[in-house]
């Protein structure tokens, strides 16, 4: 019998780009905002989170994830800009938004969450917004010190990259913070 694990279906990122968004937090981190920081070996732009599965629901999805995988070449993108959800008077999350191939990431997502959604996994309510967590809020937050720290990171922008595969990472929350751990990766392999 298997045991339940915590799963999401996401794109990492490469050493520049985490690097530029680490400056942008040693950065932010002068306007003194409550956020605990999200380690950038931890960043990520999650496609698909699932919560709690059975371990054996890895094959279902990995089954999925290659069928997706073969209609769509790799993503070109650059994380850019700051914001945060739900608003600047109670945010809870503080991202990095994107630029590139948005509409080809916005279907590929589509596709990806239907093809998921016939093999038994419910489809998120929400609609898709590719960002990237660069930290959570802690606290109630100075409104005019958040939209200052926004505002003067509006123009952030990383390198272009290209995103080649996708990645199933199981999360295990422990007291200093999330372990993700790779466990199936599949390469974006349309051909052009």
Not at 52 to 72: L, P, Y
Not at 89 to 94: E, F, L
Not at 124 to 150: C, M, Q
């Amino acid at each position: 019998m298997s045991g339940n694990i915590r799963a999401f279906i996401a794109l990492r990122l490469p050493e520049n780009v985490l690097s530029s968004i680490n400056k942008i937090q040693e950065d932010l981190k002068q306007y003194r905002l409550p956020v605990r920081w999200v380690r950038p070996e931890n960043i990520h732009l999650t496609l698909k989170f699932f919560g709690n599965i059975s371990e054996s629901d890895t094959e279902s999805i990995g089954i999925a994830m290659c069928d997706c995988a073969g209609c769509c070449s790799s993503l070109t993108l650059s994380a850019k800009g700051i914001g945060v959800f739900p608003s600047v008077a109670r945010p809870r999350i503080i991202w990095a938004g994107f630029s590139g191939r948005i509409s080809l990431l916005l279907s590929f997502q589509d596709a990806l969450e239907k093809r998921l959604e016939k093999s038994g996994f419910k489809k998120e309510e929400r609609p898709f917004k590719g960002h990237l967590t660069i930290g959570r809020f802690k606290d109630r937050v100075n409104s005019e010190r958040l939209i200052e720290a926004i505002r003067k990171h509006k123009d952030f922008n990383t390198d272009l990259f290209n995103a080649g595969e996708i990645i199933l990472f199981k999360s295990d929350l422990l007291p200093a913070g999330p372990v993700y751990t790779e466990l199936l990766s599949v390469p974006l392999t349309q051909k052009e």
